[in-house]
């Protein structure tokens, strides 16, 4: 994996930005969520993913499913920051692009759930 460099995005020497959307790596996801009140955390796989293991209090709004995704994000809730996350990052990097056109304030997850289980922080079964 190509190293990760800051961009003044917090206090995080864990982050990276695409397209002006954070990238930060599973553990200071971790931390940021945790500390922040407006957090919601999303997953952006599919019910088959999702039920295979997924980080606590998540959302499921599947990526795939396009129009009942795009649907989703367009109610949601502009004063929340939306903690996204799919199985290695890509989904959840297009996801967080579409959500972010419509004004929604997003966190993505480099290397989706399997950085995260890769670093032994636990999921949900």
């Not at 499913?65 to 949601?76: G, M, R, Y």
Request: aromatic share 6%; hydrophobic share 40%; charged share 25%.
């Amino acid at each position: 994996m190509a190293a990760i460099v800051a961009l003044g995005i917090g206090s995080s020497c864990n982050a990276h930005t695409q397209n002006d959307i954070p990238s930060v790596l599973p553990e200071q996801f971790a931390k940021e969520m945790k500390s922040d009140t407006t957090a919601v955390i999303l997953d952006v796989r599919t019910p088959e993913e999702y039920s295979q293991g997924h980080l606590q209090d998540a959302r499921l709004i599947d990526f795939k499913d396009s129009s009942n995704f795009d649907k989703a994000i367009s109610e949601l809730p502009k004063d929340k920051t939306y903690y996204v996350y799919c199985r290695s990052g890509r989904r959840s990097m297009s996801a967080a692009e579409k959500m972010k056109e419509l004004g929604l304030r997003v966190v993505d997850m480099a290397g989706g759930i399997i950085a995260w289980e890769k670093d032994g922080i636990p999921v949900v079964k």
